[in-house]
């Protein structure tokens, strides 16, 4: 194949995924109308996550998936950013910022247990982070209260 061929070859390649790209965000987008939900607002960060599916697709890291997990927390995705923050902690064990994220999920979900769980492997990960000890110390009250 010469040159020409393969270079046309790359852009119709990049075309296609620049079309899958825009259906996925339609499809989305039709779906948010249905459920009744104001697409105005969530347009941009949906746009993030297909952003973050295709990279995804074709380079599976930690980073990826913490970064859509994350998108997915601000449009109250909560079960699926769990999956995603799970798969950051498969790939990488030692990111205690996951597990403090994974646990503000798990919290919005009413897991408190599990969310404490994380919140305590997050502290052990990185002590001197004062964020997650406030996390641990929430769910700490919080089971002291219903106990």
């Not at 993030?48 to 927390?73: C, G, Q, S, W």
């Not at 646990?103 to 408190?112: I, L, P, Q, S, T």
Request: glycine letters at 2%.
């Amino acid at each position: 194949m010469n040159k020409q061929a393969s270079y046309q070859l790359l852009v119709n390649r990049y075309q296609a995924l620049a079309l899958i790209i825009t259906i996925s965000y339609s499809l989305l987008t039709i779906n948010c109308k249905a459920q009744g939900q104001d697409t105005s607002e969530w347009k941009d960060i949906r746009a993030k996550i297909v952003h973050e599916d295709f990279f995804l697709k074709y380079h599976p890291t930690a980073i990826h998936f913490i970064l859509r997990a994350n998108l997915e927390m601000q449009i109250k995705q909560f079960e699926a950013a769990i999956k995603d923050y799970t798969k950051t902690i498969e790939l990488d064990a030692q990111n205690a910022d996951a597990y403090n994220r994974r646990g503000k999920a798990r919290a919005c979900v009413k897991d408190y247990a599990d969310a404490k769980v994380d919140f305590e492997k997050a502290v052990a990960l990185n002590p001197n982070e004062q964020s997650y000890k406030d996390n641990l110390k929430l769910m700490q009250i919080r089971e002291s209260i219903k106990h």
